[in-house]
């Protein structure tokens, strides 16, 4: 199935460009938040009370998905601490809840939230029903998982799908890990990452985005970025 790409965001995130696939019909809002296991979101993990004034912040922004962040821009700020990292995330999407976001927890291997199972138990234990799972096809390529582990995840749980290319070497160290996936992902076509197969894995109307940032881009705008993703 062809898809047109479009802008997806604004700002220094430029590498991100929609693939226009067909969205899960508004069921919550047609919004998303997402609380990744890193820098920004995973603060809302490190036993903080999530910023109640965050899910109205996300839908004053206007964006789809929106994204909220939390805490300090870079580094790791998740929570080693299970049980509170899960009530923080229930406490987190309860407070979306009256905005129509849904947040989408992201695992990262480099993180306390390595894998796809890390994210689904927690998901399971946060027991909150506008809860979802943000499925990076790196994240999932690093953590030792495969587009056969996606196909068995209830397609109900998937909030979103990031795409990028990637080398088929797998970095080796939490140093060599962080730097791939923050500036050295590639497009699709240029590596080796499974990437029809991850797409064929995921419910039909799963929002799917790409997440490719890398320097060499940088000097190009995101019409350019856009053509040459495509």
């Given at each position: 199935r062809r898809h047109e790409p479009r802008l997806y965001g604004e700002g220094p995130p430029a590498e991100r460009l929609r693939l226009g696939r067909a969205r899960r019909p508004p069921d919550h809002g047609g919004r998303h938040a997402?609380?990744?296991g890193r820098s920004g979101g995973g603060a809302l993990l490190r036993g903080q009370l999530p910023d109640r004034t965050l899910?109205?912040?996300?839908v004053r922004a206007g964006r789809d998905p929106a994204r909220i962040r939390n805490g300090p821009g870079?580094?790791?700020?998740?929570?080693p601490d299970r049980n509170r990292?899960?009530?923080n995330f229930a406490r987190l999407c309860q407070a979306a809840r009256p905005f129509g976001l849904r947040p989408a927890l992201e695992f990262i291997p480099y993180t306390e939230i390595k894998t796809l199972a890390h994210a689904i138990d927690m998901l399971q234990a946060a027991n909150a029903t506008n809860a979802g799972l943000l499925l990076d096809l790196l994240h999932l390529s690093r953590s030792g998982g495969s587009p056969e582990?996606?196909?068995h995840v209830p397609p109900a749980l998937i909030a979103l799908a990031h795409v990028c290319d990637a080398r088929a070497r797998i970095p080796r160290t939490v140093a060599e890990l962080r730097r791939e996936a923050r500036e050295d992902r590639m497009y699709p076509g240029e590596g080796a990452l499974p990437i029809k197969a991850f797409l064929a894995a995921l419910p039909a109307e799963t929002p799917v985005a790409l997440e490719a940032p890398?320097?060499?881009?940088a000097h190009l705008s995101f019409a350019e970025r856009a053509r040459l993703a495509y």
């Open positions: 997402l609380a990744r899910p109205d912040r996300a870079r580094g790791q700020h998740d929570d990292a899960i009530d582990d996606v196909a890398n320097p060499r881009h």
